[in-house]
């Protein structure tokens, strides 16, 4: 049974710090990861997608990473602001199943 | 595309009444999901559909709770009767197809009292 786990479950940073949040799984055999932030009493909504066959995707200061046979993926925030508190979530997709989640890392950016 | 629409977006309810969560996925997706998100266990899945048939419902804590796909704009979760061990934030997601992105509605927070 897959397993999804995020470290560390929260994290506090300064204004301008570069930050790296960590998701490992247990089971190699994925189709993709998905990286998700979720605001205080809202939906998810998506940040990144990495298919299996990528290392790596970008959108903006956020970079996702991915090694698949090691089983951990990487979100790299760079120059992180206030704005950027949220809790980041980690989302394998199995084939023939449906995507399994992390518990999350709750980040806080102080001004 | 208004997104993934789920109602009521919260609801309180007395215990061993019947609750029904509602969602609306985005049009053209095919696969629905319900997920529950407490503190403690974080996202759970429930459900999932695959154009309109149950494919999964390994999820489903006890036969209190079942989920219906009418058609492929619609789907209902139902918890009857309701217990105060019920109570999270219920999330309704859909996607087109495995390798794309999910999409989550606002969810809807059940408090059962």
Redesign the interface.
């Known amino acids: 049974k897959q397993e999804v786990t995020q470290i560390p479950a929260a994290l506090s940073v300064p204004e301008g710090e570069n930050l790296v949040l960590n998701c490992s799984f247990t089971d190699s055999a994925i189709?993709?990861l998905?990286w998700?932030r979720q605001d205080p009493?809202?939906?998810?909504?998506?940040l990144l997608?990495i298919?299996s066959s990528q290392r790596e995707q970008t959108s903006g200061r956020l970079n996702a990473s991915l090694d698949k046979s090691s089983g951990r993926s990487t979100l790299y925030i760079a120059a992180s602001q206030p704005g950027d508190s949220a809790t980041y979530?980690c989302?394998v997709?199995q084939?023939g199943?449906?995507?399994?989640?992390?518990?999350?890392t709750t980040l806080s950016v102080s001004s | 595309d208004a997104g993934v629409i789920q109602s009521p977006r919260h609801e309180v309810t007395e215990m061993g009444q019947e609750v029904t969560l509602r969602c609306k996925p985005i049009s053209g997706h095919d696969y629905l999901f319900w997920y529950r998100q407490t503190m403690m266990r974080g996202l759970e899945l429930l459900i999932y559909f695959n154009n309109n048939v149950p494919i999964d419902d390994s999820g489903m804590p006890e036969d209190r709770f079942s989920a219906k796909m009418p058609n492929a704009s619609f789907s209902t979760l139902k918890i009857q009767p309701s217990e105060p061990r019920d109570s999270a934030v219920y999330f309704c997601a859909s996607w087109g197809h495995p390798n794309t992105e999910a999409f989550f509605g606002q969810g809807t927070r059940l408090t059962v009292v």
């Open positions: 189709y993709n998905q998700f009493g809202k939906g998810l909504t998506s997608l298919q979530l989302a997709n084939a199943t449906a995507l399994i989640f992390g518990k999350g």
